[in-house]
């Protein structure tokens, strides 16, 4: 059966993995409030329930077939319309469920609803409960979409969707004006990211035509990605850094982290399924969906890694001073997501996805847990229920929630046998092993040397964490009160704990000297054909491409940086037991106020990035918006335009109002000046007229055509001898002048001036009939002409 | 000049008229008085009356004074209205200050 | 003393008259051969109005200047006098200036007509009204709405000079007919077959052409005058029987039986 035209009430299955998520968070935001709390949870852990369902069927069912047939890279792929359709831009509504995706849709699915089981008690009092799973079933949905799509603008739209319900989750106490300033800074940080994104795909699509990912990593497109774009480096060098520092935003790497601390206002479950398991891994997912663009481009790898690095090192010290609960894990989320994009810059795509899957159980569980934590601090009283300094000894009290923790934190340590040993070891033995055309022989070195030390910061904060929370005496009154969560929180915490044991079985290095069962090997496997491990090399045969990424080391390599880290994670541990074990000892006050003064300041105050931000981004920002406001808003619209049209009108009235007040002395004053007005108006088009008198011998005829302008302009022609036609004297020249002289015999009675008016173009003709004389008696002999009147 | 002076044609006339009219007009509008304006007004009328004769007697056209008897009949009827009028509102108002004798809100 | 100077201004204008009197009278057409010999005649016409003729006609031009300055100065009175009184006697002068223009126009019936109508009847009834209003006093020119004031001013002073600039130029249609006494005017006679020759602007002359083609006019007049009689009756009467003409409460003696026929008539009422 062909799944990939496989509909269920009309939509492709595929689209029903996101949808039934979006259809719970449609009916609980919108008919929440009438329904009661345990209609409203199970609706929203049904539809979250009935994703994973889907989503298992799915993989289980047709994925695993299409794996088996060499597949898997292409998976399902459905598309439900089409979308965007301008000029050349084609972008369908679709989707694609391959093996990468696959991995992602499970771990959302099923963490996700162990978060809302969690949630129904951890929120049991909250009075906006409807809006609450509304809004987690939101992000789901967005998620999935994010993850399933198969196309840029589709995961943009998922990318800002779980955006959205970031900033609505962390602001949901937002009585608390901290909490709603809180979630605005991560929607405002995120958009930064976001405005990279779509920087990276106009790149992309600009170079290539086209948006889909199977087209974009065909090999047709692929020669694009080489092109020379700005000085030396490649275009995909260029999209690959635009679409990174989206990720950045997103997944919260040095410069774009500090929404993430922040965030950890918002309700726990809400951290640890949005800032721990899921939303911040969009950045490693896109990364490494798009890991043929990556792949083709040395320096985006060698940015991508090294960014990842310094947020590892940055957040791992950040964490050391930190007296929040919450905070705590919120820079250890930071630091492992550093990790995440070390293995992605060093081409270990396997390594990323693999610890980003371990990373969402064990932090998941690290998060619950302290969500229990605080729970059980509420219980006992404490308003400050985050507060570690006033916890302690938490071990007699709660019990199940401690066990959880401490194989969380064994986990993120690094410890054998728990998922994260597995997952740490790979991306150090990644970095290790890189070796890139393009990167310093000993960058990789470099690398791991650093991963170490931040492997080091991760296993001494977590324990240290660890310490002052549950060993030791208690530190207060309201730690002595705390009592154990009630099953609906423990039970999530139990699973998550048994994956974080367990999870990192299926991800064995490959050994060549052992057999290992082939189950250990199921991830890499699995992903192998979604994502590209090697070099984008045009060689001499075109479109080839080049060697593998990163090397595979021998097997005592393996087994050496295997220990190295495993010792790494113990040194840790034994260091947080020397200065914590039984508390906050007095060695750490020493330490503290004495050598690491400095230090223990800087960490305290997270280096010092917001207060950068504040000065440098937040503060020229906002005196240029309190500029435009008073200048643009207030003085140019409000003042001139909006006042400044009222004060017209009003002048405009005032003036009218003068004319018109009733006394009929105003109205006929009115009327005499309209009445010289009309006179002084309609003057300019006087009728014209000549004069004509007798000079001599001769008849001068002068012309007034018109007082005014007129007068200037005019062109004037004479008809002397009454035929109707200008005439000409004698010579040929045409009679045009304003005085003309002509003999007296020439007239007949009826002269005629033809004006030609130069504005309406008309000729008006002005006759007269002349009363000259036209016979000269000769008889009168003085020698003046004497005339008979004639007619 | 001496022309104008000495030799009296139609323009004189009508001239004169006009100057009559005008004077009227400027009494209308400047005066506050009721009865004065009533006045004025009947200057216009005679000036009015002087233009119509003159033009008859330009074209010869008898006709002219039958009208301008109609308008001497008319402003007589119009002035005794008008005047009625004016001791009306006198009786109202103690006042035929035209000013002064507005109902109309400022 | 006014008085006496008033009186002698009369009798000098009356004398004034007298003396000019031949240049009245209708002057003769032109002879008919002067159109066939070849006469100096002077034909440059600097305006329309400045055709010479044999007859003198300055006496002419004296008297139209002295009536014309009496019309005008007697309209500058209504306009300027503050004292009502002096501007009705004003609008006299004025009403006699016209009158003699009338006469110089020929138009002798309706000189006549106005000094009995307008200066005869209308003034008398200003005069009247002005009794009734005793308020002298008041701003000739109101003192507020200069702007106004000069505005309209402006505006007349411009139409003076457009008007004056503009009748200058009328031309009569013929020019040697305009310095003669009007023709007569040809009536049908009392036997048929005849004309009979009235003069120009007589009383018969206006009469014909009132009741002739004019007839309608004439009876719409005398309905309009009607109406304003009425009218002026029903506005000026007085609102209540206890005020008079001016407004001011008079007294009524009130009898018995008046008073009794109130009584019984409100009470039956209520």
């Known amino acids: 059966m062909d799944y990939s035209t496989l509909k269920f009430l009309g939509l492709p299955v595929l689209a029903w993995i996101p949808l039934l998520p979006l259809l719970g968070a449609f009916i609980n935001l919108t008919l929440g409030r009438r329904l009661s709390k345990a209609t409203i949870h199970t609706i929203a852990i049904a539809a979250v329930a009935g994703a994973c369902g889907l989503s298992m069927w799915l993989v289980f069912g047709e994925l695993w077939k299409a794996f088996k047939a060499g597949q898997g890279g292409v998976g399902i792929a459905q598309n439900v319309y089409t979308w965007i359709e301008v000029g050349n831009l084609k972008v369908e509504l679709a989707f694609r469920l391959d093996t990468l995706s696959a991995v992602m849709i499970m771990i959302i699915t099923f963490v996700g609803t162990l978060i809302h089981i969690y949630s129904t008690g951890y929120m049991a009092k909250d009075p906006r409960y409807a809006a609450y799973f509304g809004y987690l079933n939101l992000f789901t949905g967005a998620m999935l979409i994010l993850v399933l799509a198969a196309n840029l603008p589709v995961m943009f739209i998922g990318w800002e969707g779980v955006g959205l319900c970031s900033f609505l989750l962390i602001g949901f106490w937002y009585e608390r004006e901290d909490y709603a300033t809180a979630g605005r800074k991560a929607f405002i940080v995120n958009r930064i990211g976001d405005f990279a994104f779509l920087l990276g795909m106009f790149l992309l699509f600009w170079a290539t035509k086209t948006l889909d990912f199977a087209q974009l990593k065909g090999t047709a497109v692929g020669a694009a990605y080489v092109q020379p774009f700005w000085g030396g480096e490649r275009l995909a060098a260029a999209a690959a850094i635009c679409l990174f520092i989206g990720a950045c935003g997103k997944s919260a790497q040095l410069p774009l982290f500090t929404w993430l601390p922040d965030a950890m206002a918002g309700p726990t479950p809400v951290s640890a399924l949005i800032h721990a398991a899921t939303m911040v891994t969009a950045g490693v997912y896109m990364v490494c969906r798009l890991s043929f663009l990556f792949s083709a481009s040395t320096t985006a790898m060698i940015v991508v890694a090294t960014v990842g690095l310094l947020t590892a090192l940055a957040a791992a010290f950040m964490a050391f001073a930190q007296t929040d609960l919450k905070k705590v894990l919120a820079y250890s989320t930071v630091s492992q997501l550093g990790f995440m994009f070390v293995a992605a810059g060093t081409g270990n795509w396997v390594a990323a996805i693999f610890h980003l899957g371990t990373h969402a159980f064990f932090k998941a569980c690290l998060f619950l847990g302290a969500g229990s934590v605080m729970h059980g601090m509420e219980h006992g009283g404490s308003k400050t229920p985050g507060d570690i300094t006033t916890m302690g000894g938490l071990r007699k009290h709660m019990p199940i929630t401690r066990i959880t923790f401490m194989i969380s934190c064994l986990a993120i340590a690094g410890i054998f046998p728990f998922a994260g040993f597995f997952s740490k070891d790979e991306i150090l033995a990644g970095a290790w092993g890189v070796h890139p055309p393009g990167w310093p022989l000993w960058y990789g070195k470099f690398l791991w040397g650093g991963l170490l030390i931040a492997a080091l910061g991760t296993a001494f904060y977590m324990w240290r964490l660890y310490f002052l929370v549950f060993s030791g005496n208690e530190r207060s009154e309201e730690a002595k009160h705390a009592h154990e969560s009630p099953a609906s929180m423990t039970m999530p915490l139990v699973i998550l704990a048994l994956l974080a044991t367990l999870a990192g079985l299926l991800g064995f290095p490959h050994l060549t000297g052992i057999k290992l069962p082939s189950f250990t090997h199921a991830l890499s496997s699995w992903l192998a054909p979604s994502v590209t491990p090697t070099w984008w090399n045009p060689g001499a045969d075109g479109v080839n491409p080049g060697e593998l990424i990163a090397g595979h080391a021998s097997d005592p390599t393996i087994l050496g940086l295997a220990a190295v880290a495993l010792f790494i994670g113990a040194l840790g541990i034994g260091m947080a037991w020397a200065l914590y074990g039984r508390g906050p000892s007095a060695a750490v006050n020493r330490l503290v106020d004495g050598p690491l003064a400095g230090a223990y300041e800087a960490s305290k105050a997270k280096l010092w990035f917001d207060e950068i931000y504040d000065a440098l981004i937040v503060k020229p920002f906002k005196i240029f918006a309190s500029g435009l406001y008073t200048v643009v808003d207030k003085l140019i619209i409000d003042t001139i335009a909006v006042n400044g049209a009222a004060v017209v009108v009003g002048l405009f009235s005032r003036m009218s109002r003068w004319f018109q007040n009733g006394q009929v002395q105003r109205y006929l004053a009115g009327l005499v000046v309209g009445a010289a007005l009309v006179f002084f108006v309609t003057d300019w088009h006087q009728d014209p007229s000549f004069k004509y008198e007798i000079v001599g011998d001769r008849l001068k005829l002068t012309a007034e055509p018109g007082e005014g302008l007129l007068g200037a302009t005019t062109k004037l022609r004479w008809d002397i001898d009454g035929d109707g036609v200008p005439d000409a004297d004698a010579s040929g020249k045409p009679y045009e002048a304003p005085q003309v002289f002509v003999l007296l015999g020439d007239t007949r009675t009826r002269v005629t001036l033809f004006i030609d008016d130069p504005i309406t173009r008309k000729t008006k003709k002005v006759t007269r009939v002349l009363h000259v004389p036209t016979v000269v008696d000769p008889a009168s002999g003085d020698g003046t002409p004497v005339v008979k009147e004639g007619t | 000049m001496s022309d104008i002076l000495f030799n009296v044609g139609y323009g004189h006339f009508l001239v004169l008229a006009a100057l009559l009219f005008l004077i009227g007009t400027a009494g209308v509008l400047i005066r506050r008085n009721a009865l004065i304006i009533l006045m004025s007004v009947e200057l216009m009328l005679n000036a009015a009356n002087m233009t119509l004769l003159t033009f008859s007697r330009m074209w010869g056209d008898i006709s002219g004074h039958t009208f301008a008897l109609i308008v001497i009949a008319v402003a007589a009827a119009e002035a005794a209205v008008g005047l009625a009028i004016v001791v009306a509102v006198f009786r109202g108002r103690r006042n035929v200050d035209v000013d002064r004798l507005t109902t109309l809100r400022h | ?270």
């Open chain 3, 1 to 270: 003393m006014r008085v006496l100077l008033l009186i002698l201004t009369m009798l000098l204008t009356l004398g004034a008259v007298d003396a000019f009197a031949p240049s009245l009278a209708i002057a003769d057409p032109i002879p008919a051969q002067a159109v066939n010999k070849p006469t100096r005649v002077n034909i440059t016409k600097r305006s329309p109005h400045s055709d010479k003729i044999e007859s003198k006609d300055t006496g002419m031009a004296l008297l139209f200047w002295g009536f014309a300055a009496a019309t005008l100065g007697g309209a500058l009175f209504v306009v300027t006098r503050r004292n009502l009184i002096a501007a009705v006697m004003g609008m006299v002068g004025c009403f006699l200036g016209i009158s003699a223009v009338y006469m110089m126009l020929y138009a002798s019936f309706l000189s006549v007509i106005q000094m009995l109508v307008y200066a005869g009847a209308i003034m008398v009834l200003f005069v009247f009204v002005v009794m009734i209003l005793n308020r002298p006093e008041d701003e000739p020119v109101a003192p507020t709405g200069r702007a106004g004031q000069a505005i309209g001013g402006l505006a007349i002073v411009y139409l003076v000079g457009r008007l004056i600039f503009m009748l200058m130029k009328v031309q009569p249609p013929n020019p040697l007919t305009a310095v003669q006494a009007p023709a007569p005017i040809e009536l049908p006679g009392d036997i048929l077959n005849t004309t009979e020759k009235v003069d120009w602007g007589s009383v018969k002359a206006v009469g014909w052409d009132l009741f002739g083609p004019g007839l309608f006019v004439f009876e719409a007049i005398s309905i309009l005058l009607l109406i304003a009689v009425v009218g002026a009756i029903a506005v000026a009467r007085p609102l209540h029987e206890d005020q008079n003409n001016a407004g001011e409460p008079r007294d009524i003696p009130r009898d018995e039986a008046a008073t009794n026929a109130e009584a019984a008539h409100s009470g039956g009422h209520a």
